[in-house]
């Protein structure tokens, strides 16, 4: 009970704390007040340092199983390994919600104290929108959903996590996920005071680059470790179902990637500022509507929570968000227009501003399909799509993107002329080439022959100009030009993933078979025998266990059967990877004449989506680690460039 009244405590506090800054911010902003913007930012840091100690307080509740507390009682339970016990802090409504703002705040105060080069007025609202944020959630934490609140009766045991939350990845997917979606608050505050302060030039791209990178990254490990988690732990042979809570996370990382990519033209360019700003507010709307999804439980998924008293907060927050933000792009889009004459259509600014199009056509195809069931069901008739209206609609536009990634990067800036023709020859010989052998081997699919080539001339672009480089022996220019060339290798990356994904889509295998113990099955080349099936006790669950054997190699597939939360089971799948395919064997049950049950999957180059991940990653930390800021000119004092990605 102690540790209640301090966490709740220490929550009140921080909102008193959070609403004080958000108003001293607005007023010594518009007063250009430097003394009280100081004050307000320090109520700021006083704010986060309140969420930050009902966080330690929280863990410290779950990790000494104080049942006095509801949410420790809902989310652990004694025979709870200790590491998902810590776990159980973001595993839950109220937890996840107090994690959520805790990095905002932690992430907030760090770009506030770096935010004094931009300005009084600016720094002050970038505090002000910031705060508010944190005063909206600290509200609902406090008043609506409270990690701390106290039970009448202690009971002697809690209820435990979910099954399908024990596991390893509940440790990585979901603090990465969550801090990903708080990440975007940062960007939209800085972008809503440059308009507040009407500070439109891209002062605030540099400032917030890093910090928009930073939660772009977030987002991309936590959609990989989401994809790997979903595949090991699901037990359906798949990584992405197009489920509405995968889409939600996915459609801010795609508003983000166009801005990334669009915040190069108004740097080196000085225009699409309109554009740019309507990104990263469309990132953090994004973001919202997704908690809104998640949190609401008005749409099925099987990661929603359960509808809660939260959804209509939220519901709220969404249309204040959206109606600040339309406000302040109507108040400002007089002075947000680019001078100048408009760039060529075949040129480096051309390709970005086709490259955001598809992007955000894939956000609107995305959206559509997340929403269907709830206008339908508003309709009267409930409608939900599946994986093929993704496929259909989605496909082409990744398609473009590819041949876009192959083409793009080889154009100059401004205008492009007979070179950039030439240049084109490698990426193009190299997608003939792939149709061709694809052709010869039988492929006959047209997805395939379309997205295949194209993969393979995006990265023959990105590794002919790593040839270039080296060709030259101008080794510095790696470290000269770091952004260049770790982009290039984030768009390898991406392509190693776009090959991974479609050859697991494309040339899946699956097979049905009973076995009796010493028979054996070969399912499209991968011969496995079935041994024995036996009964285990694991602590808190018990689990039937089937041995078959690969090769040299042992593969236990099992299922988990948890007889305290009402005989709840669980599929674990054993999976052995080869250069080429992963074998995947799901236990569906054994039968009383001792044989057993299995589904067997091929699934060819998944392992590449998880290298390829991790290629993308280490393509952003290379080109933005240590980084200098890039210069920031206008088209007007800018001379005619060679092509670059600076």
Same mark, same amino acid.
């Given at each position: 009970?102690?540790?209640?009244?301090?966490?709740?405590?220490?929550?009140?506090?921080?909102?008193?704390?959070?609403?004080?800054?958000?108003?001293?911010?607005?007023?010594?902003?518009?007063?250009?007040?430097?003394?009280?913007?100081?004050?307000?930012?320090?109520?700021?840091?006083?704010?986060?340092?309140?969420?930050?100690?009902?966080?330690?307080?929280?863990?410290?509740?779950?990790?000494?199983?104080?049942?006095?507390?509801?949410?420790?009682?809902?989310?652990?339970?004694?025979?709870?390994?200790?590491?998902?016990?810590?776990?159980?802090?973001?595993?839950?409504?109220?937890?996840?919600?107090?994690?959520?703002?805790?990095?905002?705040?932690?992430?907030?105060?760090?770009?506030?104290?770096?935010?004094?080069?931009?300005?009084?007025?600016?720094?002050?609202?970038?505090?002000?929108?910031?705060?508010?944020?944190?005063?909206?959630?600290?509200?609902?934490?406090?008043?609506?959903?409270?990690?701390?609140?106290?039970?009448?009766?202690?009971?002697?045991?809690?209820?435990?996590?979910?099954?399908?939350?024990?596991?390893?990845?509940?440790?990585?997917?979901?603090?990465?996920?969550?801090?990903?979606?708080?990440?975007?608050?940062?960007?939209?505050?800085?972008?809503?005071?440059?308009?507040?302060?009407?500070?439109?030039?891209?002062?605030?791209?540099?400032?917030?680059?890093?910090?928009?990178?930073?939660?772009?990254?977030?987002?991309?490990?936590?959609?990989?470790?989401?994809?790997?988690?979903?595949?090991?732990?699901?037990?359906?042979?798949?990584?992405?179902?197009?489920?509405?809570?995968?889409?939600?996370?996915?459609?801010?990382?795609?508003?983000?990637?166009?801005?990334?990519?669009?915040?190069?033209?108004?740097?080196?360019?000085?225009?699409?500022?309109?554009?740019?700003?309507?990104?990263?507010?469309?990132?953090?709307?994004?973001?919202?509507?997704?908690?809104?999804?998640?949190?609401?439980?008005?749409?099925?998924?099987?990661?929603?929570?359960?509808?809660?008293?939260?959804?209509?907060?939220?519901?709220?927050?969404?249309?204040?968000?959206?109606?600040?933000?339309?406000?302040?792009?109507?108040?400002?889009?007089?002075?947000?227009?680019?001078?100048?004459?408009?760039?060529?259509?075949?040129?480096?600014?051309?390709?970005?501003?086709?490259?955001?199009?598809?992007?955000?056509?894939?956000?609107?195809?995305?959206?559509?399909?997340?929403?269907?069931?709830?206008?339908?069901?508003?309709?009267?008739?409930?409608?939900?799509?599946?994986?093929?209206?993704?496929?259909?609609?989605?496909?082409?536009?990744?398609?473009?993107?590819?041949?876009?990634?192959?083409?793009?990067?080889?154009?100059?800036?401004?205008?492009?002329?007979?070179?950039?023709?030439?240049?084109?020859?490698?990426?193009?010989?190299?997608?003939?080439?792939?149709?061709? !052998? =694809?052709? $010869?081997?039988?492929?006959?699919?047209?997805? &395939?022959? @379309? +997205?295949?080539?194209?993969? *393979?001339?995006? %990265? /023959?672009?990105?590794?002919?100009?790593?040839?270039?480089?080296?060709?030259?022996?101008?080794? !510095? =220019?790696? $470290?000269?030009?770091?952004?260049?060339?770790? &982009?290039? @290798? +984030?768009?390898?990356?991406? *392509?190693?993933? %776009? /090959?991974?994904?479609?050859?697991?889509?494309?040339?899946?295998?699956?097979?049905?078979?009973?076995?009796?113990?010493?028979?054996?099955?070969?399912?499209?080349? &991968?011969? @496995?025998?079935?041994?024995?099936?036996?009964?285990?006790?694991?602590?808190?669950?018990?689990?039937?266990?089937?041995?078959?054997?690969?090769?040299?190699?042992?593969?236990?597939?099992?299922?988990?059967?948890?007889?305290?939360?009402?005989?709840?089971?669980?599929?674990?799948?054993?999976?052995?990877?080869?250069?080429?395919?992963?074998?995947?064997?799901?236990?569906?049950?054994?039968?009383?004449?001792?044989?057993?049950?299995?589904?067997?999957?091929?699934?060819?180059?998944?392992?590449?989506?998880?290298?390829?991940?991790?290629?993308?990653?280490?393509?952003?930390?290379?080109?933005?680690?240590?980084?200098?800021?890039?210069?920031?000119?206008?088209?007007?004092?800018?001379?005619?460039?060679?092509?670059?990605?600076?």
């Amino acid at each position: 009970m102690i540790l209640g009244d301090i966490g709740a405590g220490a929550l009140l506090a921080g909102l008193v704390l959070a609403a004080f800054a958000t108003l001293l911010s607005f007023w010594a902003g518009r007063q250009e007040n430097a003394v009280m913007v100081q004050v307000g930012r320090r109520a700021f840091y006083a704010a986060a340092a309140m969420v930050l100690l009902a966080s330690v307080v929280l863990e410290a509740a779950l990790l000494t199983h104080d049942f006095s507390l509801a949410y420790v009682v809902e989310h652990s339970d004694l025979s709870t390994p200790m590491p998902l016990i810590a776990a159980g802090f973001y595993g839950g409504q109220e937890g996840s919600l107090l994690y959520w703002t805790l990095v905002l705040g932690l992430l907030g105060s760090a770009s506030l104290v770096a935010s004094a080069s931009l300005g009084t007025r600016l720094a002050a609202y970038a505090a002000g929108v910031m705060a508010a944020i944190v005063t909206f959630f600290l509200f609902v934490l406090v008043l609506v959903a409270s990690p701390f609140g106290v039970l009448p009766i202690t009971p002697a045991d809690g209820l435990g996590l979910n099954p399908v939350l024990r596991d390893s990845g509940m440790l990585i997917h979901p603090p990465v996920v969550l801090a990903g979606f708080a990440s975007f608050a940062v960007p939209f505050s800085f972008a809503a005071a440059a308009l507040l302060a009407n500070r439109v030039d891209a002062a605030w791209i540099a400032h917030t680059r890093r910090f928009a990178l930073l939660a772009w990254s977030f987002q991309t490990t936590g959609l990989v470790l989401g994809m790997w988690w979903a595949y090991h732990v699901l037990g359906w042979g798949g990584y992405w179902g197009w489920d509405p809570v995968e889409n939600v996370a996915l459609m801010p990382w795609l508003a983000t990637t166009a801005y990334l990519h669009s915040a190069q033209v108004q740097e080196r360019r000085g225009r699409l500022r309109a554009w740019n700003f309507g990104l990263v507010i469309l990132a953090f709307l994004l973001v919202v509507f997704g908690t809104f999804i998640v949190r609401s439980g008005v749409v099925p998924s099987v990661h929603t929570f359960a509808v809660s008293a939260i959804g209509p907060w939220f519901l709220g927050f969404l249309a204040a968000c959206l109606l600040f933000s339309g406000a302040l792009l109507a108040w400002r889009a007089g002075g947000l227009r680019s001078t100048g004459q408009p760039a060529a259509t075949v040129s480096r600014e051309g390709a970005f501003a086709l490259q955001n199009l598809l992007l955000i056509g894939v956000v609107a195809v995305v959206f559509w399909g997340t929403i269907l069931p709830l206008v339908s069901g508003m309709l009267g008739q409930e409608r939900v799509v599946d994986a093929s209206y993704y496929e259909r609609a989605a496909g082409p536009l990744l398609a473009a993107l590819l041949a876009l990634m192959a083409a793009g990067p080889l154009l100059p800036w401004r205008r492009a002329g007979a070179p950039w023709l030439r240049a084109l020859a490698w990426p193009a010989g190299a997608a003939v080439v792939t149709l061709v !052998g =694809l052709l $010869l081997f039988g492929v006959t699919s047209i997805p &395939a022959l @379309l +997205a295949l080539p194209l993969a *393979v001339a995006a %990265a /023959v672009t990105c590794l002919v100009e790593y040839g270039r480089a080296i060709r030259k022996w101008r080794i !510095g =220019l790696f $470290l000269k030009r770091r952004r260049r060339y770790g &982009a290039y @290798l +984030a768009h390898i990356g991406l *392509v190693v993933v %776009a /090959v991974g994904v479609a050859a697991s889509h494309f040339w899946q295998q699956e097979a049905d078979v009973t076995l009796q113990p010493g028979q054996h099955v070969s399912v499209f080349g &991968a011969s @496995l025998t079935y041994a024995d099936a036996e009964q285990r006790q694991l602590g808190d669950h018990s689990e039937l266990v089937a041995v078959m054997r690969f090769g040299d190699t042992t593969l236990e597939p099992s299922r988990a059967t948890y007889a305290g939360l009402g005989g709840q089971s669980l599929t674990h799948v054993a999976i052995t990877t080869t250069p080429l395919a992963d074998v995947y064997v799901i236990l569906v049950g054994s039968n009383p004449d001792g044989s057993a049950s299995f589904r067997i999957l091929i699934n060819p180059l998944v392992s590449w989506i998880w290298a390829g991940g991790g290629l993308l990653l280490l393509g952003v930390a290379f080109g933005n680690l240590g980084a200098r800021r890039a210069e920031t000119v206008t088209a007007v004092t800018r001379p005619a460039v060679v092509p670059s990605w600076r």
